[in-house]
Nanobody, 129 residues
């Protein structure tokens, strides 16, 4: 059974840091690139970062220099280290094993609902000013 389980969300103040984790089962990182997306209030689902099978990474412009994606193959876990957080980073963060249909006006929950074997349930990050 394929599962993706996020953890590490919580509440922090502006300038703080959090590390999100996504532990997967039922597949390995040799099989799939991994992605982090986020759902901010009132907006559509947006891409945050990805790490490919060869270890290359890519980031959305709004997190470059602040967030770092990494993975631990032995632990079947992908991480998102988030530094210098601001209230604009408040969102539900999802990990996914697919390049989701972003940019079509859909929420992450809707997209995740269409691919439950490829998305986690999300973890809430709240950044207060």
């Amino acid at each position: 059974e394929v599962q993706l389980v996020e953890s590490g969300g919580g509440s922090v103040q502006t300038g703080g840091s959090l590390r999100l984790a996504c532990t997967v089962s039922g597949f390995t990182f040799d099989d799939s690139d991994m992605y982090w997306y986020r759902q901010t209030p009132g907006n559509e689902c947006e891409f945050v970062s990805t790490i490919s099978r060869d270890g290359s990474t890519r980031y959305a412009d709004f997190v470059k220099g602040r967030f770092t994606i990494s993975q631990d193959n032995a632990k079947n876990t992908v991480y998102l280290q988030m530094n210098s957080l601001s209230p604009e980073d408040t969102a539900v963060y999802y990990c996914a094993a697919e390049d989701g249909p972003i940019g079509l006006g859909q929420t992450c929950a809707v997209i995740a609902g269409t691919a439950p074997d490829a998305w986690g349930q999300g973890t809430l990050v709240t950044v207060s000013s």
